[in-house]
């Protein structure tokens, strides 16, 4: 049957850019998710976005930096990784009749229309800030861009990122392994599958070896497959694509999806190049401490990072000739500005991330800190007779609430009823008639209700309020 582009277009406003996502987000592979489908191991093509959260928010226009933790963010990126993945192959581990419905809504021509209509949309949101947040270079010089790829080599290795050194230190210890995995795992072959879409075409006579050198690094990630599979064994995860996908971080996905944005728009070509040196040197640094974390944590001591053969600091001078020599005859003094741009702006959210899940794991690490927290500020908002913005939820049985972040800091207290409260797979907490907890701004979470109905209300709590506790 022939594609009616008229019915999929309807009901688009061409002034309005943010009814585009809104159709693309209501795909019924990314609804809202539900009570058994907290994990998806057997559905590569299950991805929940909560797409009713898009009534109030706004995507046709640049996010602020201030918001690149925020739901904003966390949506955008789900969204994004979604549009980007459509153009992948993923298959089942096994046949059934929720990956069959959901792949044909995955694949189809409605999604692939909407995917190329939203893209630019929320690339447009996501991507701006780096223009604002990015140090320039100062200098065209090739010497230059040298010197500041080496002396961040020098950097990355010298200082462990935060999130390794807290999973290290966390109580849970399995737990905390386990959430890094699953962080890894969703840039990790993304940022592969960029690389393989980069190789793709033909301009060896303008810039020689390149492509080659872009297939080798996908290939030796596809041969490391059963390395990367033996980790998920040990942390007790499945292989299929996104089944965790409630579970990763806003940020994990933007490292991807950089990746894949400066990969899918040719044009940008000189910023990819930037982006995948700046991902080399990150594994050359990160390799170790991942191994470290996965071998405390998970009790494996993996050699997938030593298979990955990330960069050495005597390479580096030689890579960065052989990347941005050729591009020079194109585009002038130009490449190297461009190049530097995709460096700088895939540190920006590699330290953005190493945020992120340092904040995150502290917070899941410390559930009973928070119980305590919230009890305190419940109440201190009580005996001073405080006023504070309240939403309170009525939810039956079953009512999943998909994993989302808070733009402020919130208490959940539970009215009556019973509910699971979860931000990891390692287990679940219960919460009960009276119990309360604590969750900062930008934490990853997600609910489940247990019993009949749950109510249950939110408190929001100011900053300085916060502070206090």
């Not at 191991?41 to 046709?60: F, G, I, K, Q, T």
């Not at 996010?63 to 933790?69: D, I, N, Q």
Request: aromatic content about 8%; proline content about 5%; some cysteine.
């Amino acid at each position: 049957m022939p594609l009616d582009h008229s019915e999929i277009l309807a009901g688009l406003d061409p002034d309005d850019s943010n009814s585009i996502v809104k159709a693309f987000a209501a795909n019924s592979a990314f609804r809202a998710a539900e009570w058994e489908e907290l994990t998806t191991e057997d559905n590569p093509y299950r991805r929940p976005v909560r797409p009713d959260d898009l009534a109030w928010l706004n995507y046709s226009k640049p996010m602020p930096a201030a918001k690149a933790l925020k739901l904003s963010a966390l949506l955008g990126h789900r969204m994004l990784r979604n549009v980007y993945d459509s153009g992948l192959l993923y298959l089942p581990p096994t046949a059934g009749t929720a990956p069959e419905t959901d792949g044909a809504a995955f694949y189809n021509d409605r999604n692939r229309m909407l995917s190329a209509l939203a893209a630019p949309v929320l690339e447009q949101h996501l991507f701006t800030l780096l223009d604002g947040e990015r140090k320039p270079l100062g200098s065209s010089d090739l010497t230059h861009l040298k010197r500041e790829v080496r002396e961040h080599h020098q950097q990355r290795l010298a200082e462990p990122g935060r999130a390794f050194t807290t999973a290290l230190g966390t109580k849970d210890r399995k737990a905390a392994a386990t959430f890094v995995m699953l962080q890894l795992s969703a840039f990790l072959p993304a940022a592969r599958a960029a690389t393989g879409r980069a190789a793709l075409g033909e301009y060896d006579a303008t810039h020689p070896g390149v492509r080659t050198l872009l297939l080798d690094d996908y290939r030796t990630w596809a041969g490391q497959h059963e390395e990367y599979r033996a980790l998920l064994d040990a942390a007790e995860l499945k292989p299929t694509a996104a089944a965790y996908w409630q579970l990763y971080l806003g940020t994990s996905l933007a490292r991807g999806n950089h990746l894949h944005w400066l990969s899918h728009n040719r044009e940008k070509y000189p910023e990819f190049l930037g982006a995948m040196l700046h991902h080399k040197i990150e594994e050359a640094a990160d390799g170790p401490r991942f191994a470290e974390v996965f071998e405390d944590g998970l009790g494996l001591r993996t050699g997938l990072f030593d298979g990955l053969g990330a960069v050495r600091e005597s390479d580096l001078d030689a890579l960065v000739d052989r990347l941005v020599l050729p591009l020079k005859a194109l585009y002038g003094d130009q490449a190297v500005d461009r190049f530097h741009q995709g460096f700088a702006d895939a540190r920006w959210f590699a330290q953005l991330w190493d945020e992120d899940l340092t904040e995150q794991l502290l917070w899941a690490d410390s559930i009973e800190l928070h119980q305590r927290k919230a009890e305190a500020l419940s109440k201190h908002i009580d005996d001073n007779r405080i006023e504070v913005d309240l939403d309170t939820f009525v939810e039956s049985n079953e009512e999943t609430s998909t994993t989302h972040v808070h733009n402020e800091h919130r208490l959940v207290m539970v009215e009556r009823g019973q509910m699971h409260f979860w931000n990891n797979t390692t287990h679940k907490i219960e919460f009960n008639e009276g119990d309360k907890v604590l969750i900062p701004v930008s934490r990853l979470h997600g609910s489940t209700v247990l019993s009949g109905e749950c109510t249950y209300h939110q408190p929001i709590i100011p900053e300085e309020m916060y502070q206090q506790f």
